[in-house]
């Protein structure tokens, strides 16, 4: 398909594609803009854009056709869109259209840029060049790579992503440490993610029963993007829509969505898919609250509300220290009086103590944390 994403002609139209489900309510809003991207980017407000997914021409250079063993044609990308004259050219374009989403970004708001080695070098060169600060280089390792046929290099198996927030200045750009670790058995994730290539259902094909697009990426590498450094309702722009794999995933998560696709027939076809694109349940979505984040919590106020009475006995988990609470809501061990944490350091020769974490309240059901009380009482006002 003889289609080019690098620019469209100055005096081709501005069409805005959104699905009808979109226009809902309770639904997030999601819009696809048919044009050159840094020009239409230019139209968007500055500083409205939480996160940018970029997934630009990797600028292949391929010198002929790629044969199997069996002299058979590999189905490579050998479109238009992924054709520059020089390297410079190639440079140029990445300089503007990252200009371009530096302006519609946040202050704190990150991009990501993915590639393979024939651009995302060059890539995160314009990228400091433009004041943008790396955070990461996240390796996207595949499971099912497709083969070197020739034999003289290694099997490239992996496309690298680079993510980097609008300045060095940044502060209070989205990661969501704590969500991403209890998703991954209380490990952090690392920056190496093993996920497979889009194929079978979620690969779309065009009427001829071939793959639309050369390109298309897996939901489960956006999920994860996504998940990892947005909230519900953020906005999040790709620039190089494509099949509309970015837009699906947003409007899945609840985030609201603008893709930028200069062909129609791309296009056409990602509004069809975000369009069939339920979205999730909110309490499936609601972002992870943190220890920090979490509204502050006095134990006396556990007292006030009836979780716990004066007059009980507080334990460690192994039941080797008792302490009393009192009417005020400190607590005494012997003669010593103070809060649960200063307690509970007495009680074991420290220093510091989470007393939060230390203590627990004999239940006829066993011992409960009294952090386990605190997150109730939390629960109490939430619902409040």
């Known amino acids: 398909m003889g289609v080019s994403r690098r620019g469209a002609s100055s005096r081709a139209p501005r069409v805005s594609l959104e699905p009808e489900a979109s226009r809902r309510e309770s639904a997030p809003s999601a819009r696809i803009l048919v044009g050159d991207c840094v020009a239409e980017m230019a139209k968007l407000p500055a500083g409205s854009v939480d ?20 002299d058979s044609k590999v189905d490579a990308v050998d479109d238009d869109w992924d054709q520059f004259a020089s390297f410079k050219a190639y440079d140029d374009f990445t300089r503007a259209w990252l200009t371009a989403c530096r302006r519609v970004l946040k202050p704190a708001g990150t991009l990501w840029v993915i590639g393979s080695y024939h651009n995302i070098f060059r890539v995160g060169t314009v990228l400091q060049d433009l004041g943008f600060w790396i955070l990461n280089d996240v390796v996207w390792r595949k499971t099912n790579p497709m083969p070197n046929f020739r034999g003289r290099r290694f099997t490239n198996a992996h496309e690298t992503m680079i993510w980097a927030t609008r300045d060095a200045e940044a502060k209070g750009y989205t990661f969501n440490y704590e969500a991403l670790k209890a998703g991954n058995e209380d490990i952090q994730v690392r920056s190496d993610w093993t996920i497979p290539l889009c194929t079978g259902e979620e690969r779309l094909k065009g009427l001829d029963g071939k793959k639309l697009h050369p390109t298309q990426k897996p939901q489960a590498l956006l999920a994860r993007v996504i998940l990892s450094s947005s909230r519900p309702d953020d906005l999040v722009l790709d620039p190089f829509n494509g099949t509309g794999t970015t837009g699906a995933v947003a409007r899945h998560l609840g985030r609201r969505y603008i893709g930028i696709e200069r062909d129609p027939a791309y296009a056409a076809a990602a509004l069809k898919r975000i369009n ?20 502050r919590v006095p134990f006396a106020a556990l007292l006030e509300r009836g979780l716990i009475s004066p007059g009980a006995k507080l334990v460690d988990a192994k039941k080797r220290h008792k302490a009393l609470v009192r009417a005020d809501g400190a607590v005494s061990l012997g003669e010593a009086v103070g809060s649960i944490h200063k307690i509970g350091a007495l009680a074991q020769g420290l220093d510091a103590c989470n007393g939060w974490a230390f203590w627990h309240v004999e239940t006829p059901k066993g011992l409960i944390s009294i952090d386990t009380l605190r997150a109730e009482f939390r629960a109490q006002m939430a619902d409040a």
């Open 51 to 70: 996160l940018v997914f970029a997934d630009p021409p990797y600028n292949l250079q391929l010198a002929g056709d790629l044969k199997r063993p069996d």
């Open 276 to 295: 069939s694109v339920e979205p999730l349940e909110a309490p499936t979505l609601a972002p992870f609250m943190t220890a920090r984040e979490a509204p």
